[in-house]
């Protein structure tokens, strides 16, 4: 995610406990490879840094089992995908989570995963709307969108966008926090957005070429992954409780679950609202996949069915703060989590539209910025 995750839960943690009692766990501190022991009772598996299961799950699934789990950290879902393809003539370990719809088309065309005969009979029909879920299995979800910080747009000075070209105005000069396309996931999948909502306005003389230029004139400010925009530069979020907080965007790009995260933490307060503008979100899909080259593959299998079994994925939205991808789950209504969350009216378009053009679209991207 990249994705809204545990960082909450730890700024709660490192509040109330020693820090050690937050960043104990099966957790690998670096990328490095690791020479695996075909056979062995450790389960590894490659997934980005803030992918966040209890310490009791991990027990549970342990006790289960009898298998070890080993996390293999990068720091973002495209960590995870150049680590994978860095290593995909001996993979190191058995299991990949993390890398969502927006580089899955990637993933498929490195031949990075295998056939999976997991079923996915009670996935909803949405988690499996860009993958069948044959080669990587989907176990959360959600949609992104910008962020606002209501203290800043107060509906007198700064009222509520109607229109992404709002944000290159001048209210928001240098207040608009995004991800890289090329690293982070949730700002892959906010360009992948802006492709079809200015495609489908009624301006037929400008694209989304156009506002990205615009913005980088408006001083956007760019990140290399969701952490540093949120924590580092959002001021309606938790940052102002993070080292190096600088707190200099009212918007960022995030999920539009994210206030109901800071309420649910915040019993039932938050200061910062979703933007529900009809096709500027994209539903993110996070995938399981086990990789080609793989040596203990039914260690792998059970831990993608006990990842989306019902007692484990249905705590998806306190756990990794998602949505879970099985039907008849949605977010809780505790401390106004779902009433602070927005369903949006996400951008529609085919996982091969976004491998026919991803590459075209960040070279636009960056050439824009």
């Known amino acids: 995610m990249r994705k809204i995750c545990s960082a909450v839960f730890l700024i709660l943690c490192m509040l109330s406990?020693?820090?050690?009692?937050?960043?104990?766990?099966?957790?690998?501190?670096?990328?490095?490879?690791?020479?695996?022991?075909?056979?062995?009772?450790?389960?590894?598996?490659?997934?980005?840094?803030?992918?966040?299961?209890?310490?009791?799950?991990?027990?549970?699934?342990?006790?289960?089992?009898?298998?070890?789990?080993?996390?293999?950290?990068?720091?973002?879902?495209g960590g995870v995908l150049e680590t994978a393809?860095?290593?995909?003539?001996?993979?190191?370990?058995d299991l990949i989570i993390g890398i969502d719809?927006?580089?899955l088309g990637d993933a498929l065309a490195f031949s990075l995963f295998q056939a999976n005969d997991v079923n996915v009979e009670n996935i909803s029909l949405k988690a499996l709307s860009s993958h069948d879920g044959s080669y990587a299995v989907p176990y959360d979800m959600g949609s992104i969108c910008i962020n606002y910080d209501t203290s800043y747009v107060d509906g007198e000075n700064v009222t509520v966008p109607m229109s992404l070209w709002n944000?290159?105005?001048?209210?928001?000069?240098?207040?608009?926090?995004?991800?890289?396309?090329?690293?982070?996931?949730?700002?892959?999948s906010f360009l992948i957005a802006t492709t079809q909502y200015f495609a489908e306005d009624t301006d037929?003389?400008?694209?989304?070429?156009?506002?990205?230029?615009?913005?980088?004139?408006?001083?956007v400010i760019v990140s290399s992954g969701w952490t540093e925009a949120y924590e580092t530069h959002y001021s309606g979020g938790y940052g102002p409780w993070?080292?190096?907080?600088?707190?200099?965007?009212?918007?960022?790009?995030?999920?539009?679950?994210?206030?109901?995260?800071?309420?649910?933490?915040?019993?039932?307060w938050t200061q910062s609202a979703a933007l529900n503008l009809a096709g500027a979100s994209f539903l993110q899909?996070?995938?399981?996949?086990?990789?080609?080259?793989?040596?203990?593959?039914?260690?792998?299998?059970?831990?993608?069915?006990?990842?989306?079994?019902?007692?484990?994925?249905?705590?998806?939205?306190t756990q990794n703060f998602m949505y879970s991808v099985l039907?008849?789950?949605?977010?809780?209504?505790?401390?106004?989590?779902?009433?602070h969350s927005v369903s949006p009216i996400d951008t529609q378009i085919s996982s091969e539209n976004i491998e026919a053009h991803i590459d075209e679209w960040l070279n636009n991207w960056d050439a824009a910025i």
């Not at 020693?18 to 690998?28: R, V």
């Not at 393809?85 to 370990?93: A, E, V």
């Not at 070429?209 to 615009?214: C, F, K, P, R």
């Not at 039907?327 to 009433?339: A, F, S, T, V």
């Open 17 to 77: 406990t020693p820090l050690s009692g937050c960043i104990e766990g099966p957790w690998k501190s670096e990328m490095h490879r690791i020479e695996k022991n075909s056979g062995d009772d450790t389960l590894r598996i490659l997934t980005y840094d803030i992918m966040a299961l209890s310490d009791e799950m991990i027990s549970a699934f342990t006790n289960q089992t009898g298998i070890s789990v080993e996390f293999i950290r990068a720091n973002d879902a």
């Open 85 to 93: 393809i860095l290593n995909k003539d001996r993979p190191q370990y």
């Open 101 to 103: 719809n927006s580089f």
């Open 167 to 188: 944000f290159t105005e001048t209210e928001w000069k240098g207040k608009v926090a995004v991800q890289n396309p090329r690293t982070s996931s949730p700002g892959r």
């Open 204 to 219: 037929e003389n400008t694209d989304y070429t156009d506002w990205w230029a615009a913005m980088s004139a408006n001083d």
């Open 242 to 268: 993070m080292d190096g907080y600088i707190g200099d965007a009212q918007a960022v790009v995030s999920y539009c679950h994210s206030p109901g995260v800071e309420a649910w933490y915040g019993e039932n």
């Open 285 to 317: 899909i996070e995938y399981a996949a086990i990789p080609n080259g793989a040596e203990d593959i039914s260690q792998a299998k059970s831990f993608i069915e006990y990842l989306i079994s019902p007692e484990v994925n249905s705590q998806m939205p």
């Open 327 to 339: 039907d008849g789950y949605d977010l809780p209504e505790e401390n106004g989590y779902r009433h």
